[in-house]
T-cell receptor
Framework: NAGVTQTPKFRVLKTGQSMTLLCAQDMNHEYMYWYRQDPGMGLRLIHYSVGEGTTAKGEVPDGYNVSRLKKQNFLLGLESAAPSQTSVYFC????????????FGPGTRLLVL | QQQVKQSPQSLIVQKGGISIINCAYENTAFDYFPWYQQFPGKGPALLIAIRPDVSEKKEGRFTISFNKSAKQFSLHIMDSQPGDSATYFCAASRKVTFGTGTKLQVIP
């Protein structure tokens, strides 16, 4: 039981490049989330999904897209990376609604030059 | 607009002391208040959580105090240990809104 895994762990991009972050969970959770963590800003919700095939915008969705084609996977895409997207990205999942415990992955550190 | 305000930003406590972190929220619809603990290089992990129908919840050395009328809640860490050194986030649902975090350092 691996819980929530994220790939890659670290990535350096040049401005304008694109990439996809992969999140996978093996707990059969319905809800999945993508957050970004920046110093002094805490965790901010980018996008979330309430089930396979669904996605919704969070607090800071601009510049990101997501897809949930399979229940266990939640992908976060950056179509044209900007230095402002330098951050640590965390994926999380929960069994049901927001009131349930969220289980976080280990994070992906992204540097955009 | 920050709906959950957390303080202090950083905290240094001596071993054996009490660590206190405070959070205030604005939305009265919030009905679940978890605290997450994050060690360097790791993702946050749930530490303890409370619902607004109780004023206090204790789990070992960790206690949440909740004041519904003041819209405030706090985390107390009794007998703080160096192993408690981490960043602590309060949060509130709906649409889990996190505080900005408190970096706790417990010195021997």
């Amino acid at each position: 039981n691996a819980g929530v895994t994220q790939t890659p762990k670290f990535r350096v991009l040049k401005t304008g490049q694109s990439m996809t972050l992969l999140c996978a969970q093996d707990m059969n959770h319905e809800y999945m989330y993508w957050y970004r963590q920046d110093p002094g800003m805490g965790l901010r919700l980018i996008h979330y999904s309430v089930g396979e095939g669904t996605t919704a915008k969070g607090e800071v969705p601009d510049g990101y897209n997501v897809s949930r084609l399979k229940k266990q996977n939640f992908l976060l895409g950056l179509e044209s990376a900007a230095p402002s997207q330098t951050s640590v990205y965390f994926c999380a999942s929960s069994y049901a609604e927001y009131q349930e415990t969220q289980y976080f992955g280990p994070g992906t550190r992204l540097l955009v030059l | 607009q920050q709906q959950v305000k957390q303080s202090p930003q950083s905290l240094i406590v001596q071993k054996g002391g009490i660590s206190i972190i405070n959070c205030a929220y604005e939305n009265t619809a919030f009905d679940y208040f978890p605290w997450y603990q994050q060690f360097p290089g790791k993702g946050p992990a749930l530490l303890i959580a409370i619902r607004p129908d109780v004023s206090e919840k204790k789990e070992g050395r960790f206690t949440i105090s909740f004041n519904k009328s003041a819209k405030q809640f706090s985390l107390h860490i009794m007998d703080s240990q160096p192993g408690d050194s981490a960043t602590y986030f309060c949060a509130a649902s709906r649409k889990v809104t996190f505080g900005t975090g408190t970096k706790l350092q417990v010195i021997p």
